[in-house]
Each structure stands twice: as C-alpha cells, then as structure tokens.
C-alpha cells in the first residue's frame, strides 16, 4: 500500500488536480483525489509532477542492441516476405539494459514490435517495463500485426534477387496475404457450421483478429507509401496505425479522412529527401488539431528510449499544447495498443503505473524523474 500526496496530477482524461492525492493498493489505483486518508507508505510529492506511467508503443528494445560490444536482431526473420507467426515474446531479452534505462526514465509500457525487414512481420505485444519473465511482463498479446512497406523489404530481398525488389511488388504480397486470410475464415465458418475439423495454418491465424477488426495492422511507412497503406486498409476495411509518418505534411487531408492512427518518430535524424529525412514534427501538430489520433516513438534502439521525454518536447517546440504532448505519450499510445483499459491514465481501477517530475517535462528541459511506480512497487528513485 502506498500514498501519493500533494502532487500536482495530470490524470490525462479530465481535471488536473493542482494538489491531489493518490492511493495504491493491491497493484491498482484505489484513490483518486484531495485530502484522502493515506494508507501504507506515505510520500509527501509536494512541488512535483505526477502523470500515468509514460508509453512508447513502438520499440524494438530486447531484441535489438546495436552496442559495439554486442551486437543483435531477433526481431527480423528475414528469411521469407511473409513471417506473420512471429511472435516478438520469443525474441525479447529481458535482460537487456535498455528495461532498465526504460523505467528509469519514466517508462512503464512499450509496444514491442518485429522489425520491418520483410512484409509482413509478425505479431505486436504490450509490455511492462520492469520483470525479469517477459510473459508475466505481457499486458496483451497481440495487440497488432506488424507489416512494411518501402525500403526496408526491398532491401533485405532485392539484394538477394528476390521478390519485394521494388516498391511496386509490396502491396501484391500483402493483398494476396489478406485475401488468402479471408478464404481461410470463410472455411473456418463453414467447418463450424458442419463440425468439421480445418487444419490449423500458422501463417493465417494471426490475421484473423486484424480481419475482425480486433487489432490493427502497424504499418511501418513513410512519405508516398502512406497512400498505399491507406489504399490497402480502405480496401480491405481494416484498422490500422502509420508507423514512423515521416513526411506526412504531403499527406495530411488522406490522413485525417482514413481514421488511421499515426505512431510518429524517432525524430533525431537529418532533414532533407528521402524516407529518412523528411522529419516533418511539425505534422503532428496539424494532425492532433484535426482529431488524429497521434502517439511519439523513439523505434528505440533506433534511439535511445529515454530520449520519449524529448521528442514531446520537440512537439511543443513545434507548437503543441505541453498537455497534449504528454497525452502522446501516455493515453494515446495505450489507446492504439488498446490497453488503454489497463494503463495510460490515472483513474481508479487502473494498474499503479505512475511516475514524478521534479518539473513540467516536455516543457522545463530540467525536468527530471524523481520516481517510477510500477504495479503500486517503487522500481525507481532518482537519489
């Protein structure tokens, strides 16, 4: 049991309390307001920033470590187009030190994806930060199908002289893919319906809850391939993310029209030409204005993913309201993880992942964190 008391609370879906109080048991927040009884430990947050738990929903941490010192990719399976039974769990290392840097910097949840050196890469699950058994650490699974368009597969595949060698032959693979799952849930229905038995395809299953609409396709693309991705969801009438959305100021009026959600970022990378470059931040701006649903990725190891903090800064450089650079990072990304039940604001019932400042992040570029509570446990304190 623990008590919060006199922090400046940011619950992320009503009223900031100016002075409020907070109570943990049992793992979940049991109380939400001013001057309530405390219980168990008591931490006085006088001064200080309290927000939910904060939320990378696309990264590649535990199965990507680019260190001189060791080197590794369990997250592309680069051996085929089409690996959707991937499944990121099996490839995630919970010993890797970027867990660590992770709750130490505020964040309590990620969405840990496949990369994207093929088509369809496999399945998406949440996660919490802190554990050392990645299954006890699972939020959900899957809470997307990971597919990307653009350089990277045809990279991985035209160096070897194998289909996707052009930008022009993705989006065949994938129809095919979608039009094969839906064959294989007809069958399904219709062997309910007669009590037959259809051999299981490990390929096919994972799509079944994308052809429901249950989860959502995470699109990895960026500049003219949005079109495609859009083209292809609207096709098909399925749900779906844009994954990194660099450049998309060319593409805002599709956007906005599709009801995709945009993961944007990282955003430390040069400006210029080329689906790398055009780190148009400025974007998310005109994109929350216009109701898209908008989260921040670090696509850390990519960068390092206590830089989360700071690219909402960028965002409130670029002209975003601070408070709805924070709702990037916290209620949004669990929204399009659709954990949104579990994490990303404070209300009673949900689980006690929380974290202090010490000052207004993505504002006060001094704003440290002073504390990470995950499940109602501190993980965390800065000394």
């Avoid at 859009?230 to 029209?257: P, Q």
Wanted: one cysteine or more.
């Amino acid at each position: 049991m623990l008590t919060i008391k006199n922090a400046k609370i940011y619950t992320m879906v009503g009223d900031t309390l100016e002075r409020g109080d907070l109570i943990l048991k049992d793992g979940k927040i049991q109380g939400v307001g001013e001057d309530l009884t405390p219980i168990g430990k008591v931490v006085d947050a006088k001064g200080q920033i309290l927000l939910p738990g904060l939320i990378d929903c696309h990264s590649h941490i535990g199965g990507m470590n680019f260190s001189h010192q060791r080197q590794l990719d369990d997250t592309n399976e680069m051996t085929a187009p089409l690996t959707p039974e991937m499944d990121m769990r099996y490839g995630t290392d919970t010993g890797s030190p970027d867990f660590e840097l992770a709750y130490r910097s505020g964040i309590t949840t990620l969405g840990l994806t496949p990369g994207s050196g093929n088509v369809i890469c496999g399945t998406v699950f949440a996660s919490k930060t802190f554990g050392t058994n990645i299954f006890d650490m699972t939020i959900k699974h899957p809470v997307a199908l990971k597919v990307a368009l653009g350089g990277n597969p045809t990279r991985t595949f035209g160096s070897k002289f194998q289909t996707p060698a052009t930008r022009m032959s993705i989006p065949s693979l994938i129809r095919d893919y979608l039009k094969r799952g839906i064959e294989y849930q007809n069958l399904l229905e219709e062997a309910g319906k007669s009590g037959k038995q259809l051999p299981f395809d490990r390929q096919l299953e994972p799509l079944l809850p994308v052809l429901r609409r249950e989860i959502p396709l995470k699109i990895h693309c960026t500049q003219y391939d949005m079109l495609t991705a859009i083209e292809i969801a609207r096709e098909f009438n399925l749900k779906f993310s844009i994954e990194h959305a660099w450049g998309a100021t060319e593409y805002l009026d599709e956007l906005v029209e599709s009801g995709a959600d945009i993961v944007f970022g990282p955003i430390g990378s040069r400006h210029g030409y080329g689906e790398f470059h055009r780190i148009d931040i400025e974007s998310v701006v005109e994109l929350d204005q216009r109701g898209v649903r908008v989260a921040l990725t670090t696509d850390a190891p990519l960068l390092a993913v206590d830089a989360l903090v700071h690219h909402a800064g960028e965002a409130v450089r670029a002209g975003l309201p601070v408070e709805k650079a924070l709702e990037m990072i916290t209620i949004n990304p669990a929204r399009i993880l659709g954990v949104q039940d579990r994490v990303g604001s404070i209300e009673v019932g949900k689980d006690a992942d929380l974290v202090l400042f010490d000052a207004m992040p993505a504002l006060d570029a001094r704003a440290k964190v002073q504390m990470t509570i995950q499940d109602g446990e501190i993980i965390y304190q800065r000394p």
